[in-house]
């Protein structure tokens, strides 16, 4: 089945440790989302990929970056882990003009922050 | 701006109820509304949308919603409630960019005793 996978589930990581998630997707879908999602509110979107086009949201941190090197994968990476970064985050994808909006979400990397 | 509201933070309901969560919209030309269900420590998994035509959407898991354009509402609505309907439920609005982004409501959590 098509998907959206994110590697790990479950990350743990020490202040201020460098740390990257991942992930993929097998629908060839060319929009990929990352977001941070904490206890229980609404996800937050830090950024998008458009194609290659890289699209970071007004009001993300620079602790956070990401990296798409094809279609499928995406990483994120949290240079300086605080504990305030402690989330879920998400992963979604979408196809331009044709899902039309709707977006299709992986199972979430919980992050922990020691 | 494309907005969408979500008025309760909490619904109860008995199983076997009929149950409703509330979500009110705000845009500029033709909304892209989404219902989207998250269970603990999962990513959100889609259950409608309305692009256009019937005004009552039908989605998975038994759950349809009402687009009201004079009431500006997309209320979720299901017949019967289960005790595994208990979740965290998300409105969200297609922005009106030239991207797929997704304006989220705050989020409603639905809880249905047995």
């Known amino acids: 089945d098509a998907m959206v996978i994110q590697n790990p589930r479950y990350q743990v990581t020490q202040f201020g440790k460098p740390v990257t998630l991942s992930c993929s997707q097998t629908l060839n879908h060319n929009v990929m989302y990352w977001y941070q999602q904490k206890s229980s509110q609404a996800p937050k979107l830090l950024f998008h990929y458009y194609d290659k086009d890289f699209n970071n949201e007004a009001d993300t941190p620079d602790n956070f970056q990401s990296r798409r090197p094809n279609t499928s994968f995406c990483f994120l990476d949290i240079r300086s882990p605080g504990l305030g970064d402690a989330a879920m985050y998400l992963c979604a994808t979408s196809r331009d003009v044709i899902t039309l909006g709707q977006q299709f979400f992986g199972p979430g990397t919980r992050l922990t922050v020691l | 701006a494309q907005s969408v509201a979500q008025p309760e933070d909490q619904v109860n309901v008995a199983e076997g109820n009929p149950l409703t969560v509330k979500c009110t919209y705000s845009v500029s030309g033709n909304p892209y509304l989404f219902w989207y269900v998250q269970y603990p420590n999962r990513g959100l998994q889609f259950l409608l949308k309305?692009?256009?035509?019937?005004?009552l959407v039908k989605g998975s898991y038994g759950f349809e919603a009402e687009f009201n354009k004079s009431q500006t509402s997309f209320h979720l609505k299901k017949p019967s409630a289960l005790v595994s309907d208990s979740a965290l439920y998300f409105c969200a609005v297609r922005d009106d960019g030239s991207t797929d982004k997704l304006i989220f409501g705050t989020g409603t959590r639905l809880q249905v005793f047995p």
């Open positions: 309305y692009i256009t035509g019937d005004n």
